[in-house]
């Protein structure tokens, strides 16, 4: 499971705050706590106003790579700011990410081509989020399609299905799981990620959602999300659940966590 690491986002309140006052120590250490979770990438995402994004996210960058050798997950809805901040990185990492809106990708992926960046690819094009399975699956192959173009591999895209709130729509889940199920079997070395949270918007006990959606997405073929690492509840639900779908030999990995403190209740 490829853990995407969300907690320096500016849209939270205290990176926000952080983000403001520029206090390099909070975003520092949030960057090694999150590395030393487990995070595969950690997301950077300014979440400030457009005048001053590429400028944060600069400073972002500088400090956690400073600080942590994790990959950056690049976070921008603007893809022109992606493309700017890209040559800081010190490494390939993630790009979030392309659609099919306004032209994302015919910015992005030349600028991916003949280089190790790997891409979140978010099913929604110009009329929104579909609400059904058949549109996702077609933008997929139609994002799949432009990237071999640039000879970009399936393995490099961590397709999002873009889940809906279980509050405005009942068979979000199972329309997700569905998505998951046809684009895996049409491309198997595909990735498919998603945000956690988005399911419970507008919902109480939104972390026991999350964590049952998180297992059941796990199961129809999930193997990315977009979360928040130092939630101990959150990855002993993930880790367990890694065991349970038998890719965890021995069950080494939740024993491991177990007995390192990681997971479970907390200690003292």
Known sequence: MIIIGE????????????????????????????????????DVCAGTAPDVEVETLKWMMEI?????????????????????????????????SVSEEHGKCEMIFPAM?????????LTCDNNGIPTDVETRINITKSIVE?????????????????????????QSLIKFAEA??????MYPNIHITSGLSNISFGMPLRRIINQNFLTMAM??????????????????????????????????KFTTSYRKGMIGPLKG
């Open 7 to 42: 907690k320096l986002n500016g849209t939270i309140p205290s990176v926000g705050k952080a983000i403001l006052e520029k206090d390099a120590e909070f975003v520092r250490n949030l960057a090694i706590k999150q590395a030393e979770a487990g995070a595969d990438y950690i």
């Open 64 to 96: 956690v790579q400073d600080a942590v050798d994790t990959p950056l997950c690049i976070d921008s809805p603007d893809p022109q700011v992606i493309l700017e901040v890209l040559p800081l990185a010190k490494r390939p990492g993630l790009i979030n």
């Open 113 to 121: 081509q003949g280089t190790e960046w790997k891409v979140v690819a």
């Open 146 to 170: 432009k990237a071999k173009h640039y000879d970009i591999d399936e393995s490099r895209i961590f397709v999002d299905p873009l889940v809906i709130a279980i509050s405005t729509d009942n």
């Open 180 to 185: 998951t199920r046809q684009i895996k079997e």
């Open 219 to 252: 199961y129809a073929g999930m193997d990315s999300a977009i979360m928040d690492p130092l939630n101990r509840d959150t990855m002993g639900t993930l880790l367990a659940a890694n065991m349970l779908l038998g890719k965890d030999r021995h069950c080494r």
